[in-house]
């Protein structure tokens, strides 16, 4: 599981955000990014050593400046249902898996960029994630290889 | 190729122990990570190290101290050091690593400088309470 993917499951939950200069922000989470940036709601923030405190209606977290989170326990076990759920939903792994990624240009023959390569060739083809569409050139972004 | 992430999948869902950069040591079970090594924990407590010392028998100490100022009075001596630290080990207990219960944790891998592995057999034979140590200075940049 993902540390991101349990912080999107605590939306609407309250937390307590410390960070790095040891204030800490207690508030509900109202969004958060693939930066950890946070935005809370009825907020209130307490000085490093505890003995100032300030009520604010929300604020927004840079994520960076964070040290640590703490949400409360039962956000853990929404987050198993989440993915157990988005994981039967997806194909099972195995042949064809992996991605690969056309040559922005208009190259022919766009070549994938790690594990997903093209075979190669002009035709198109083959399970592995091939990047551009082989051959055709001129196709713009990336071929998401999923056989 | 291989994952450019930190390499705990082995550690899923096993007790570790985090040392953060600004030296607290926290300990739970490892239920996710990501490439920048945050990581979550679940069912955490900090340990928290301390040198100090606290009063266990108060009620013991006045009379103590008392009997040794009329002693040392009647004497005509000052009492003596020996005495005085003799008063604190009957009156005093170093408080041991004192567990903090957190719950549910997020860390930020900025702020992670060790994760260990804990052996839970060797973890649940230590007796905390009388364990000393002195807690550990933050990370300088």
Redesign the interface.
């Known amino acids: ?7 999107k499951t605590a939306q609407g939950h309250p937390m307590l955000v410390e960070l ?1 200069n040891g204030e800490t922000y207690n508030g509900h989470l109202v969004n958060c990014d693939t930066w ?1 940036n946070i935005h809370l709601r009825e907020v209130i923030c307490t000085s490093k050593d505890g003995d100032k405190f300030w009520r604010m209606p929300e604020c927004y977290i840079r ?2 400046t ?8 039962e ?2 076990d929404k987050v198993q249902e989440e993915t157990s759920k988005s994981r039967s939903d997806r194909r099972p792994p195995g042949v064809g898996r992996g991605r690969g990624r056309g040559d922005i240009g208009a190259k022919p023959g766009g070549r994938g960029i ?2 997903g390569q093209d075979d190669g060739g002009s035709k198109g083809g083959g399970g592995r994630g091939r990047g551009g569409i082989g051959g055709k050139g001129g196709i713009k972004g990336g071929g998401r290889g999923r056989g | 190729m291989a994952s450019a992430g930190p390499g705990l999948e082995s550690l899923v869902d096993q007790i570790i122990s985090v040392i953060t950069n600004d030296g607290r040591n926290i300990v739970g079970t490892l239920r996710g990570f990501d490439q920048a090594t945050n990581i979550i924990l679940d069912e955490s407590h900090e340990r928290v190290y301390s040198t100090r010392y606290v009063l266990i028998n108060c009620d013991l100490l006045p009379g103590l101290l008392s009997n040794a100022l009329i002693g040392s009075l009647v004497q005509n001596s000052a009492i003596s050091n020996k005495f005085l630290s003799w008063c604190l080990k009957v009156c005093c207990q170093h408080e041991g690593v004192q567990q903090l219960v957190l719950g549910l944790y997020i860390i930020r891998g900025d702020n992670i400088s060790v994760v260990g592995e804990v052996d839970e057999e060797l973890d649940a034979r230590l007796d905390l309470s009388n364990l000393r140590a002195h807690p550990l200075k933050p990370v300088i940049h």
Request: charged share 20%; no cysteine.
């Open positions: 599981m993902l540390p991101l993917s349990l912080l790095k950890m994520g960076n964070i040290k640590y989170l703490r949400v409360p326990d956000v853990i790690g594990r």
